[in-house]
């Protein structure tokens, strides 16, 4: 059992960790493409659209999704909890250690997701900024 205590902990976390930093990356690439982005370049707006939008559902998903990694986790962690109380009996304080060890999967989720989606969000307010500075320059009102 400890092997798979190691394995919730390891994979679940490290898989948790390897999303932060795919969904930070993306975010600064994203941010860094907005800066040097030049409307006026762009007689279409749906190909601006699809250059400003490109990888954001990386980011959203990521931040959809973590919580649930976490949460997977957290239910594994639970029933390993579980699985020992039926095979050692009833210590209280390895149930209560073993308990709040398994909620720090659901922490690491909410770690990784509240940042995500705040940086998604932030990504396509500047994004929406962009096609509007773009309508302003082409004469259209907004779409």
């Keep these: ?20 930093v795919i969904a930070v ?19 279409d707006r749906r190909e601006l659209e699809l250059h400003l939008t490109s990888k954001l559902h990386m980011i959203a998903t990521i931040g959809s999704n973590a919580p ?8 594994l962690g639970i029933m390993l909890t579980f699985y020992d ?10 149930i209560m250690t073993g308990l709040a060890l398994a909620l720090k999967a659901t922490a690491m989720g909410l770690l990784v ?21 773009w309508d302003i320059s082409h004469g259209r009102k907004g779409i």
């Excluded at 109380?85 to 390895?94: L, N």
Aim: with cysteine; net charge positive.
């Design 113 to 133: 997701a509240i940042p995500a989606v705040a940086m998604y969000n932030f990504l396509l307010r500047r994004c929406k900024v962009l096609l509007m500075q």
């Design 85 to 94: 109380i039926g095979s050692v009996g009833f210590d209280t304080a390895k």
């Design 25 to 43: 990356a993306v975010a600064l690439e994203r941010w860094l493409v907005y800066r040097s982005t030049r409307v006026e370049q762009y007689r």
């Design 1 to 20: 059992m400890e092997h798979l205590q190691r394995l919730i902990d390891f994979g679940v976390l490290g898989f948790l960790g390897l999303l932060s």
């Design 68 to 75: 649930y990694i976490g949460l997977l986790g957290t239910v």
